[in-house]
Nanobody, 115 residues
Framework: QVLLVESGGGLVQAGGSLRLSCVTS????????TGWYRQAPGKQRELVAT???????NYDDSVKGRFTISRDNTRETVYLQMNGLKPEDTAVYYC?????????WGRGTQVTVSS
């Protein structure tokens, strides 16, 4: 069974920082592409950042230069460093593992940015 558990969310003032972590288990982690997505109230889930198994990263334009995705294959963990947070970053953040037709998701962690 593949499990993903996110942590690190919380309430922060605009301009602040948070570091999200996603600990995974039950998968051959190194073969998966990893990603962070978010869903704000009343909106669809959207891509924030992804990282391929060889370390190539991709970001949504709204977070470029502020967020950094990374992965530790030894710890089977994905991270999202978020700096310069804005109220519009408020959402539930979800971790994802992707390999061809396989997708696994965590339950999410809430990030709230106050103005």
């Amino acid at each position: 069974q593949v499990l993903l558990v996110e942590s690190g969310g919380g309430l922060v003032q605009a301009g602040g920082s948070l570091r999200l972590s996603c600990v995974t288990s039950g998968s051959l982690f190194s073969i998966y592409a990893t990603g962070w997505y978010r869903q704000a109230p009343g909106k669809q889930r959207e891509l924030v950042a992804t990282m391929t198994r060889d370390g190539t990263s991709n970001y949504d334009d709204s977070v470029k230069g502020r967020f950094t995705i990374s992965r530790d294959n030894t710890r089977e963990t994905v991270y999202l460093q978020m700096n310069g947070l804005k109220p519009e970053d408020t959402a539930v953040y979800y971790c994802n593992l992707h390999y061809y037709s396989r997708d696994y998701w965590g339950r999410g962690t809430q990030v709230t940015v106050s103005s």
